[in-house]
């Protein structure tokens, strides 16, 4: 199975700081990668596929780039809605695989 | 709006058996794949089964394999997870999703249900 980790595993920030998560896989998974946002209590949103495509209602300040094993999610400028935890998810080859996780918390 | 309303989580022991269901409305369910995604407590994500549109094309988590089964039934618009010989470690909130598209069939997850929690203890 593709393993993904993620980098931090969890940080601390203040709303308008520029946040970067990573995603690095076990082999190359071309552009074959998903970024979700998961807050307490509510189910997991996807927020970006394919790498950079952004979902539809998806603020811009989001943003996703890399390819083949190297992955980043950028935050451009971090919202009070914007603290809850963020998962990568490989879609190149089954069995799916998701990171550990990224909790981002208010300093 | 797309709704998927899972039902059938509760406390169950050791080695038993628990059915989730997932009731999906406001799309036409019998055109995408589907999937169970589960979470355990204060842990991540973990991807557990995907079953094609017309339920002939499986896979399973190797965690779950052989213990674990999911189907579908199109003309009620309902997905399921028949759990076997259930162990403390499947203790999670189990989420059904959907695909994001039609086609191409792309295992994005981008409708989630809110979950059904299943607790194995004795």
């Known amino acids: 199975a593709i393993q993904l980790t993620q980098s931090p595993s969890s940080l601390s920030t203040s709303v308008g700081d520029r946040v970067t998560i990573a995603c690095r896989a076990s082999?190359?998974?071309?552009?074959?990668l998903a970024w979700y946002q998961e807050r307490p209590g509510e189910a997991p949103k996807l927020l970006i596929y394919?790498?950079?495509s952004l979902e539809s209602g998806v603020p811009s300040r989001f943003s996703g780039s890399g390819s083949g094993t190297d992955f980043t999610l950028t935050i451009s400028s971090l919202q009070p809605e914007d603290f809850a935890t963020y998962y990568c998810?490989?879609?190149?080859?089954?069995?799916?695989?998701f990171g550990g996780g990224t909790k981002v918390e208010i300093k | 709006q797309v709704q998927l309303v899972e039902s059938g989580g509760g406390v169950v022991q050791p080695g038993r058996s628990l059915r989730l269901s997932c009731a999906a409305s406001?799309?036409?369910?019998?055109?995408?794949?589907m999937h169970w995604v589960r979470q355990a407590p204060g842990k991540g994500l973990e991807w557990v089964a995907v079953?094609?549109?017309?339920?002939?094309?499986?896979h399973h988590a190797d965690s779950v394999k052989g213990r674990f089964t999911i189907s579908r039934d199109n003309s009620k618009n309902t997905l399921f997870l028949q759990m076997n010989s259930l162990r403390s470690d499947d203790t999670a909130v189990y989420f059904c999703?959907?695909?994001?598209?039609?086609?191409?069939?792309?295992?994005?997850?981008?409708?989630w249900g809110q979950g059904t929690l299943v607790t194995v203890s004795s």
């Open positions: 082999q190359d998974i071309s552009s074959a």
């Open positions: 394919d790498v950079s």
């Open positions: 999703a959907r695909d994001r598209t039609l086609i191409p069939v792309v295992p994005i997850f981008q409708h």
């Open positions: 079953i094609s549109s017309d339920g002939i094309t499986k």
């Open positions: 406001k799309f036409t369910f019998s055109s995408y794949s």
């Open positions: 998810q490989q879609f190149d080859s089954y069995p799916l695989t």
